[in-house]
């Protein structure tokens, strides 16, 4: 094998590990608190902003003021964009931007999933360079297969970005699909979660620290979570966790749900935090009390989980 191969060979497996690396230090840094910025109509209207797409272009950048620096990432909720047409896309571009140059970690929810020949045009809108919604990760729907989103991931990683792929989501709708069992296939007799949950894990082998494919996994799910098979803590990707504050999650569901995770859970929060705008001030202390909040949920959780563990040796 030559020099250049070999630098080669290192080179990518950095940028496929990049995403994974940004955002663990922004969490250590931060702490666990995603902010989600999701204009609703009602938000708006509270906040006192036209429903349009410059309502949502305003009501987008407020929130990204009171997230920098307070938070480890913010993620946009892109039907909120798109119910606009190409306004809201022009919207999203710029807010985009504007986090990319305060540095902030982005995550855009567009809940993308499909056929492989398909969604690689993903690759070309969020991933690669000059892309016009540049963003450090997306979310991804997996139920035309697991593999299916192979390339798209690819993609990804290759880019020095990530993903976060829908496993067990915090709608209760989703518990009966996700965890019916496989007939066949690598996973056969196991949940649809799992082999989801299995799969993703596949591309963190081999990574020195926080993988860059992370799960979705609902902080209201723990009646469930047992049924799922699917075991956070043996997970070393990141895990995007939607449910907590509005949709009726509290800290002990964090507790519950995520016992014996290692500091991979980013619990993102959104209208709990925009109920207190538009004010940046006020907007600013309810994403600092959050955060603590969230912080110290799941240092509880990591705590319960090494007590198990000491108790088993014992």
């Not at 892109?78 to 986090?99: D, H, I, N, T, W």
């Not at 049924?227 to 990141?238: I, L, N, Q, R």
Request: proline residues 4%; aromatic residues 8%.
């Amino acid at each position: 094998m030559t020099m250049a191969e070999t630098v080669s060979s290192e080179e990518i497996q950095m940028r496929r590990s990049d995403f994974g690396l940004r955002l663990k230090n922004s969490m250590d840094k931060y702490g666990p608190l995603c902010v989600g910025i999701d204009p609703h109509r009602k938000l708006l209207t509270d906040w006192g902003y036209n429903v349009d797409a410059d309502g949502a272009e305003l009501f987008a950048m407020r929130m990204l003021q009171a997230a920098n620096g307070r938070a480890a990432a913010v993620k946009f909720q892109v039907p909120m964009f798109e119910r606009y047409g190409s306004k809201g896309f022009a919207a999203l571009e710029r807010v985009l931007y504007a986090a990319r140059q305060m540095e902030i970690i982005t995550i855009v929810d567009c809940l993308h999933g499909g056929l492989p020949t398909t969604i690689s045009a993903i690759a070309d809108a969020y991933f690669k360079p000059g892309a016009p919604m540049l963003a450090d990760a997306i979310t991804l729907l997996p139920y035309y297969g697991a593999r299916s989103l192979q390339g798209v991931i690819n993609d990804a990683l290759n880019n020095s970005r990530g993903v976060f792929v829908a496993s067990l989501t915090s709608n209760q709708e989703g518990a009966s699909m996700q965890t019916a069992i496989r007939q066949s296939g690598e996973y056969k007799g196991k949940t649809v979660a799992y082999g989801i949950a299995s799969t993703a894990q596949k591309f963190n082998k081999g990574i020195n620290g926080m993988g860059s494919v992370g799960l979705i996994i609902g902080a209201t799910i723990g009646q469930w979570i047992d049924d799922s098979g699917v075991d956070p803590a043996k997970f070393t990707g990141p895990i995007l966790s939607p449910g907590y504050g509005w949709q009726g999650a509290e800290a002990k569901d964090l507790r519950t749900v995520f016992k014996g995770t290692k500091g991979n859970v980013l619990v993102t929060v959104s209208r709990f935090i925009a109920a207190h705008g538009p004010d940046i001030a006020s907007l600013s202390q309810a994403t600092e009390a959050i955060a603590l909040d969230v912080r110290q949920a799941l240092m509880e959780a990591t705590q319960e989980g090494a007590d198990e563990t000491e108790d088993d040796a014992e």
